[in-house]
Every structure is written in structure tokens, then in C-alpha cells.
T-cell receptor
């Protein structure tokens, strides 16, 4: 199957700083990618839909100025958590869409101290 | 909100078949049933999907009732590596920008 990678796999940052997470589709092009967040012992929650060459679509309750999404190419989407706070600590997962399946990345664990 | 209902947890003996049920009584005619699983601290993995016919692949079988209001994922010979949270998701064909809405899933534990 298709492969989606994320970088970094884990990151620790200080409160108030920003951190960027990359999501790449390695062997296919994806016009649409999705970003999810997962807190411990909870299910995945969709944050936003990332569309190549256009603005991302955010789910209700997700602050677009805090979670900046850029999808500048058909194989790369980035999520930047700006001014991170401890409550932003979570497991962030991206996925890339193919015609009948979504392929998920391995996730990025963010810890804000 | 998720459109599916699954038991929160199930146990299965290694080597036996694992049958995971899912209720989706409000499914629309153009919606598919998708199954994904998530092994601890990893991204979800696609397993199988179907519209109304039963489907089988190298990982599992999907049995959809005739009225399409419920389905069962079958892992024919469960192994310890099948221990994971299994998500049943109803969505239109992903040819559009259809979002996947994850419910709580079923935590399957395969015991030796």
C-alpha cells in the first residue's frame, strides 16, 4: 500500500514556542490530506482538511490561527502549532487520500513543557 | 458524531476467529462501511471496506447484512499482533473530500 511519513516522530518543546510537523506521501500524490489529533485513551479527532494550493478547512472549534496548515505541494503538508501550550500536548496524525482509501502516517507525539 | 456503534472491548484467543460487530442503522445508500485499526501509538491502518456485498482480502472478511444496518469484521485466525483498536466508519466513497469520523472503536485483545 501507499506510504505516508511524518517528521518528527516525537518532539518536546517549551511553552510559547512553535513547532512544525511534516506529512509526506512518499509514493503517490495527494491533493487532499487530513490532520487529526488524539489525546490519551481517546479516539482520533479531525482537525482540518488540507487542500493543495488552497486554504485548509478547519473543523469547528479548531483555531486556524493556532494550527497553521500549509499544503504547498502534492506530496507535502505541514502543521505548525504556534505558541504551544501544555494542553496542546497530543498525538498528531496525518492522512493522505487516494481514491478509495486514506493512508495514515505513523503520528507525531508532541509534548509541551 | 460517529454514525456507528461498536462494543468497547472484546477478547479473542490466539488462533481463533475474531468477529467484531458494528451497528450503522442510519447508513445512507451511497455510504460505504470502512474498517481501520490502530495499534498502540501508531497511525490507523486500513483493513477493508464494502458497500453491500461481502468482501474479503488478505487481512479480513467483511460481512454486511442485507439491510446494511450492521456489519461484522472477521479476522479468521487472530494473532497477538492483531491486538488493536478497531474502528468501523461509515463514509461516502472517498473520491471526494469525504472526511473519516472516528468513533470510540472496539479494543480487541488477543490472548495467548
Amino acid at each position: 500500500g501507499a506510504v505516508v511519513s511524518q517528521h518528527p516522530s516525537w518532539v518536546i518543546c517549551k511553552s510559547g514556542t512553535s513547532v512544525k510537523i511534516e506529512c509526506r506521501s512518499l509514493d503517490f500524490q495527494a491533493t487532499t490530506m487530513f490532520w487529526y489529533r488524539q489525546f490519551p485513551k481517546q479516539s482520533l479527532m479531525l482537525m482540518a482538511t488540507s487542500n493543495e494550493g488552497s486554504k485548509a478547512t478547519y473543523e469547528q472549534g479548531v483555531e486556524k490561527d493556532k494550527f497553521l496548515i500549509n499544503h504547498a505541494s502534492l506530496t507535502l503538508s505541514t502543521l505548525t502549532v504556534t505558541s504551544a501550550h501544555p494542553e496542546d500536548s497530543s498525538f498528531y496524525i496525518c492522512s493522505a487520500r487516494q481514491p478509495y482509501e486514506q493512508y495514515f502516517g505513523p503520528g507525531t507525539r508532541l509534548t509541551v513543557t | 458524531d460517529a454514525k456507528t456503534t461498536q462494543p468497547p472491548s472484546m477478547d479473542c484467543a490466539e488462533g481463533r476467529a475474531a468477529n467484531l460487530p458494528c451497528n450503522h442503522s442510519t447508513i445512507s445508500g451511497n455510504e460505504y462501511v470502512y474498517w481501520y485499526r490502530q495499534i498502540h501509538s501508531q497511525g490507523p491502518q486500513y483493513i477493508i471496506h464494502g458497500l453491500k456485498n461481502n468482501e474479503t482480502n488478505e487481512m479480513a472478511s467483511l460481512i454486511i447484512t442485507e439491510d446494511r444496518k450492521s456489519s461484522t469484521l472477521i479476522l479468521p485466525h487472530a494473532t497477538l499482533r492483531d491486538t488493536a483498536v478497531y474502528y468501523c466508519i461509515v463514509a461516502r466513497s472517498q473520491g471526494g473530500s469525504e472526511k473519516l469520523v472516528f468513533g470510540k472503536g472496539t479494543k480487541l485483545t488477543v490472548n495467548p
